[in-house]
């Protein structure tokens, strides 16, 4: 079974730095997806951004990016310019291709953005 | 468009009934999926529907928990005799195959 840990229970960062989120995963997959969500205290799970194992090149999404290191299974978020609207609790997933989608996610990361 | 729905919001029953937690999806989204999420800590997958058929219900915690999605649009997550480790936050996530899946607000259920 697959399993994803995040091992850094809360962070926090001044608002205009710069924050990475740590997240490593264990599978014997070598297709499968990678995502990171962000849920605010409104419950709503917000896609932040995704990965492909196939593709070498780290994912972008405006201020946020990825470190996806395959052989090391390693998959850390990097947030840029934090804003206080970056505050929430992120959630580090990975999908298995060939079991319908469902998605796996870890324990989570408190992040705080301060003034 | 519209997104993914639930119903209700918060629900508080008391240990040994019966509850029933709806989940509408995005229109034409094939897949639908249900995760259950504990205080403090990240979903868990309960059960997964590729249109009317559960495909995958390898989640589901005991034989008091059920789902049905008889027109492969609309589920309801069923519970019977409801127990307090029961109470968490239970969210559904709909998506076109193979696509990324987008989650409804959830519902709080919390049994007393």
């Known amino acids: 079974a697959q399993t994803v840990t995040q091992s850094q229970p809360e962070m926090s960062v001044q608002e205009a730095e710069t924050v990475t989120l740590s997240c490593t995963y264990d599978?014997?997959?070598?297709?499968?997806?990678l995502f990171w969500y962000k849920q605010p205290p409104s419950r709503q799970m917000i896609l932040v951004i995704r990965?492909?194992?196939?593709?070498?090149q780290n994912a972008t999404e405006n201020r946020f990016s990825v470190n996806f290191q395959k052989a090391a299974k390693s998959f850390s978020l990097k947030i840029s310019d934090s804003q206080l609207g970056d505050t929430a609790m992120y959630f580090c997933?990975?999908?298995?291709?060939?079991?319908?989608?469902?998605?796996?996610f870890g324990a989570g990361t408190i992040l705080r953005v301060k003034s | 468009g519209a997104g993914v729905s639930q119903t209700p919001s918060n629900k508080v029953t008391e240990k040994g009934k019966y509850v029933e937690l709806r989940c509408d999806p995005i229109?034409?989204?094939?897949?639908l999926y249900w995760y259950r999420q504990s205080l403090g800590q990240g979903p868990e997958f309960l059960i997964y529907?590729?249109?009317?058929?559960?495909?995958?219900d390898s989640g589901l915690p005991n034989d008091r928990f059920f789902a049905v999605r008889p027109e492969g649009s609309v589920s309801t997550l069923k519970i019977q005799r409801t127990e307090r480790g029961d109470s968490a936050v239970y969210l559904c996530?709909?998506?076109?195959?193979?696509?990324?899946?987008?989650f409804g607000p959830g519902t709080r259920l919390t049994v007393t």
């Open positions: 996530a709909s998506s076109s195959q193979g696509s990324e899946q987008y």
């Open positions: 599978t014997s997959e070598n297709n499968y997806y």
């Open positions: 990965q492909e194992a196939y593709k070498q």
């Open positions: 997933a990975f999908m298995k291709l060939k079991e319908g989608n469902k998605l796996v």
């Open positions: 229109s034409g989204h094939t897949a």
């Open positions: 529907f590729q249109g009317t058929g559960a495909a995958d």
